[in-house]
């Protein structure tokens, strides 16, 4: 009684109770499924299903592998660029500040030298604000990194969710499946 409480018939197919929408959905999107399966022994259509329920199973799962590749993709793409923005931006950066430092301590001599200098400290001054935009541009660097910081995370989660897909491909794992789906014995 218990066992025929847990299954359901579904267009002439005995099938589990969790198996319901899936087989409703199989013969409403592809009516044409079984329409030609003639054996009328309920064992063997029970089976029909469970090897049709297997392969949307391994379907699914390869479809998830290849949209779990695509993310994993997609981030290493995203890190390689932020990569060359940051090292790009800090090169730039460095070679700044160490010739603002050669230019303000070359005019500080030309100064005590009595050299009228102070049109050239005016353009310093405009480097000087070119500074303000270097610290604009580290404190972007930090954000870019941060960023990049959080990327290699969600990278790190994704190779976690690709590696069970993976595992969940494994032929012994896949045996044990076919083994559950079809009722075998171990």
């Known amino acids: 009684m218990r066992d025929q409480q847990q299954r359901q018939n579904v267009n002439g197919f005995v099938v589990e109770s969790w198996q319901v929408s899936l087989a409703k959905w199989i013969f409403e999107t592809y009516p044409e499924t079984a329409l030609n399966v003639q054996s009328q022994n309920p064992k063997l259509r029970t089976y029909y299903m469970n090897v049709l329920f297997a392969g949307f199973k391994v379907?699914?799962?390869w479809s998830k592998l290849d949209t779990e590749k695509k993310e994993r993709d997609a981030c290493e793409a995203r890190i390689v660029e932020l990569k060359q923005k940051v090292k790009k931006l800090e090169g730039?950066?460095?070679g700044i500040k160490a010739e603002l430092g050669k230019i303000s301590n070359g005019l500080s001599y030309l100064t005590q030298a009595s050299f009228k200098v102070e049109w050239?400290?005016?353009k310093l001054d405009t480097a000087y604000?070119?500074?303000k935009k270097r610290?604009?541009?580290e404190a972007r660097i930090v954000e870019l990194k941060q960023e990049l910081e959080k990327l290699e995370r969600t990278m790190s989660g994704v190779k976690g969710k690709l590696r069970n897909e993976k595992a969940k491909l494994n032929p012994s794992s896949?045996?044990?499946?076919l083994r559950s789906v079809f009722c075998l014995e171990t």
């Open 129 to 131: 604000l070119g500074r």
């Open 92 to 94: 730039a950066m460095s």
């Open 59 to 61: 379907e699914w799962l």
């Open 174 to 177: 896949f045996r044990n499946f």
């Open 120 to 122: 050239l400290w005016s």
């Open 135 to 137: 610290n604009a541009c």
